[in-house]
């Protein structure tokens, strides 16, 4: 694929997607010439691989000089930046500089200036830089259930994502919450794993006592019972408050079981309302901390380096930053077809519009998408989450796919080239 165009942000970044040329070799050669002007200490490159990895960068130049440089390529998607500082291009304000890349002898790129905006021109480059037909960026070796995903990354993979989950999701009446929670949620991972108890994300003690227990039914607060301690009562609460929504939009998610899940009612409030809102999940500042809970889980005003510091956010603790992270994601995939109209219908309710971006495909905005990206690397899959899975599937009939393949999220939304990617350059 060739252009005769600008391209943006005085940089040539050859995409990490597709292939468009197969190399038949173990190690592809990739030449880097360069042929620096009167100003080549404002002249940089760098290449990475699909994950980000840093594999080779520009030394410093001296000006009017030669330089080429070789590098043996593994299969891989390739990503190759070029910044020049001045904005004023490698030819010809101060010289004739130019930049070629020749992958197994062919030029791929051919870079020689950036116009008077900061735009560079390419003579000729290729969007899809790919070494011996690689495919580790595209979501391979699927569960059977999510075939029809094969080989697809970004949002085209989301979507048939979505179109999977959707078709095999049967819809269960909220009465029937509490007993699969009473049935499913039972402590055998945790303290003397006896299965007594139901385990609570936020006042479970991974590494010691508990500083109570709930027993399955029992102790199910009454209707409409909101302590205003810790310890009195447990209900189920939506991870994702969908009661911001409105009627007519939060069905049926306000029923779906992948994000439901039996919590301390007094922790569960205090997540829910703020100035009748939700807090959104989100680290939260070391210096504004109003409260915190016995098992650690707290809330205050979001981390200052986080993007979200005017508000209040929800923390939980670490052990189960990951399944809250896996449980949202799933609903961006799930419910990809409502989720634009949200921000639309709950224009009263400031905590939706703070953590959504009004889109069906990035669906978060950036802070709220790279703390859950965060928090799903940091805690990976459990064996709770997996035996939960199981069960929601004999449940309603669906998976959440970033359970059974936790790889998806990165090749959903860590993807070069979408409107998610913003959030991890």
């Known amino acids: 694929m060739k252009f005769k165009n600008t391209?943006?942000?005085?940089?040539?970044?050859?995409?990490?997607v597709g292939c468009a040329k197969e190399h038949e070799y173990d190690n592809t050669m990739l030449v880097i010439e360069v042929m620096t002007d009167r100003?080549?200490?404002?002249?940089?490159?760098?290449?990475?691989?699909?994950?980000?990895?840093?594999?080779?960068q520009s030394q410093?130049?001296?000006?009017?000089?030669?330089?080429?440089?070789?590098?043996?390529?593994?299969?891989?998607?390739?990503?190759?930046?070029?910044?020049?500082?001045?904005?004023?291009?490698?030819?010809?304000?101060?010289?004739?500089?130019?930049?070629?890349?020749?992958?197994?002898?062919?030029?791929?790129?051919?870079?020689?200036?950036?116009?008077?905006?900061?735009?560079?021109?390419?003579?000729?480059?290729?969007?899809?830089?790919?070494?011996?037909?690689?495919?580790?960026?595209?979501?391979?070796n699927l569960r059977?259930?999510?075939?029809?995903?094969?080989?697809?990354?970004?949002?085209?993979?989301?979507?048939?994502?979505?179109?999977?989950s959707s078709a095999n999701h049967t819809i269960q009446s909220t009465s029937l919450i509490n007993d699969f929670i009473a049935e499913n949620d039972l402590d055998v991972y945790f303290d003397d794993k006896q299965g007594v108890d139901i385990v609570d994300i936020f006042s479970e003690n991974p590494t010691g006592q508990?500083?109570?227990?709930?027993?399955?039914?029992?102790d199910v607060c009454e209707s409409g019972s909101y302590p205003d301690e810790e310890g009195v009562c447990y209900s189920y609460a939506?991870?994702?408050?969908?009661?911001l929504l409105g009627s007519s939009n939060r069905y049926p998610m306000d029923r779906d079981i992948h994000h439901i899940l039996g919590v301390d009612s007094s922790i569960g409030s205090l997540h829910r309302t703020d100035s009748n809102n939700a807090k959104p999940f989100g680290f939260v500042s070391p210096y504004d901390s109003q409260w915190k809970g016995k098992n650690g889980t707290e809330y205050g005003y979001g981390h200052p380096e986080r993007g979200n510091q005017n508000y209040f956010v929800f923390e939980p603790i670490n052990e189960f930053k990951g399944d809250i992270a896996r449980a949202l994601l799933y609903l961006a995939i799930r419910y990809e077809d409502k989720v634009s109209n949200w921000i639309d219908v709950s224009n009263s309710n400031v905590s939706v519009s703070r953590i959504l971006d009004g889109s069906n495909d990035k669906v978060f905005k950036?802070?709220?998408?790279?703390?859950?990206?965060?928090?799903?690397?940091?805690?990976?899959?459990?064996?709770?989450?997996?035996?939960?899975?199981?069960?929601?599937?004999?449940y309603q009939g669906n998976r959440n796919p970033l359970i059974d393949h936790p790889e998806l999220v990165k090749l959903i939304w860590q993807v070069e080239g979408t409107t998610a990617w913003e959030a991890f350059e």
């Open 7 to 16: 391209y943006a942000a005085m940089a040539l970044c050859l995409l990490a």
């Open 60 to 140: 410093d130049y001296d000006n009017e000089t030669y330089y080429e440089e070789v590098i043996a390529l593994q299969p891989n998607s390739y990503r190759f930046v070029l910044t020049d500082t001045g904005n004023d291009g490698i030819c010809c304000t101060h010289g004739a500089g130019r930049v070629t890349l020749k992958l197994d002898g062919e030029v791929i790129a051919n870079v020689e200036e950036f116009d008077e905006n900061g735009e560079l021109f390419v003579d000729e480059y290729i969007s899809r830089f790919d070494v011996a037909n690689y495919t580790g960026h595209l979501a391979t």
């Open 366 to 394: 950036t802070w709220q998408l790279r703390t859950l990206m965060e928090w799903h690397l940091n805690d990976p899959v459990s064996q709770k989450e997996r035996d939960r899975n199981d069960a929601a599937q004999r």
């Open 144 to 164: 059977p259930e999510y075939q029809a995903a094969e080989g697809l990354r970004g949002y085209e993979l989301k979507t048939a994502l979505h179109q999977i």
């Open 238 to 243: 939506r991870m994702f408050r969908t009661e």
């Open 210 to 218: 508990d500083p109570y227990n709930y027993l399955p039914i029992v």
């Open 39 to 56: 100003a080549a200490g404002e002249l940089s490159w760098a290449l990475y691989d699909a994950d980000a990895n840093k594999i080779r």
